[in-house]
């Protein structure tokens, strides 16, 4: 079954400082994963997504992800995090050999950004 | 483009009663796709529409029931309304195999 784990519920960084938002995947074949932001009381937004290619993806508002096949991992990363990436953050895979079906997400990690 | 436009935005409903949820795909979008999010967890899979049929659903009973009209817009109804229905009812569409799917803002669905 395919499943997705982020790790931690809270991640706190300093304004200015780097950030990691960890994701591990499970699926029977190859996967597309992607990364979805959710603001209070909102819808998801789309981040960005792994498809094929370069491990390293950059997406919108200069967030990253890296493809690790090996550890099956897709963490979402960021330079310099600003007070405005405070959000909760989804990792979401589907299975390449499916139809263009569900995603499963995470349970979500909520980033805290303090000036 | 309004991108995906769901309604109503908030909704009250009764223990037993019926409701049914609206959404429009981002334009271009020939598939549409219901979770549900309950609070504090990640959106969870109802089922997914494209060409008018229900192409893959998630484990979810009966009483959650949908329909896609010919210009991909869709309708979920639930009937016999439970408390643990409440929450945020998203729909998302996209195109294509490996495209992202586009969410509307949801509809915040309480049961009284």
């Known amino acids: 079954a395919q499943s997705v784990a982020q790790p931690e519920d809270q991640v706190n960084v300093a304004e200015g400082n780097p950030l990691t938002v960890k994701c591990t995947y499970s699926?029977?074949?190859?996967?597309?994963l992607f990364w979805y932001v959710q603001y209070p009381n909102r819808g998801l937004q789309f981040l960005l997504k792994?498809?094929?290619?370069?491990?390293l993806v950059k997406g919108s508002y200069g967030f990253e992800a890296e493809f690790n096949k090996s550890q099956t991992s897709f963490h979402l990363k960021k330079p310099s995090a600003l007070v405005s990436d405070s959000a909760l953050y989804f990792c979401?895979?589907?299975?390449?050999?499916?139809?263009?079906?569900?995603?499963?997400f995470g349970k979500g990690t909520k980033l805290s950004v303090k000036p | 483009d309004a991108g995906v436009t769901q309604s109503p935005t908030h909704l009250i409903k009764t223990r037993g009663q019926q409701v049914t949820l609206r959404c429009s795909p981002k334009?271009?979008?020939?598939?549409v796709s219901w979770y549900q999010q309950a609070l504090g967890q990640g959106p969870q899979f109802i089922f997914q529409?494209?060409?008018?049929?229900?192409?893959q659903r998630g484990n979810f009973p009966d009483r959650f029931s949908g329909h896609q009209f010919p210009n991909y817009s869709s309708e979920l109804n639930v009937n016999a309304l439970l408390l643990g229905d409440s929450a945020l009812y998203l729909c998302?569409?996209?195109f294509g195999r490996g495209s992202e799917a586009f969410f509307g803002q949801g509809t915040r669905l309480t049961v009284v």
């Open positions: 334009s271009g979008h020939d598939t």
């Open positions: 998302a569409s996209s």
């Open positions: 699926v029977s074949g190859n996967p597309y």
């Open positions: 792994y498809i094929t290619g370069d491990n």
């Open positions: 979401a895979v589907r299975d390449r050999g499916g139809s263009q079906g569900n995603l499963i």
């Open positions: 529409y494209y060409e008018e049929e229900e192409r």
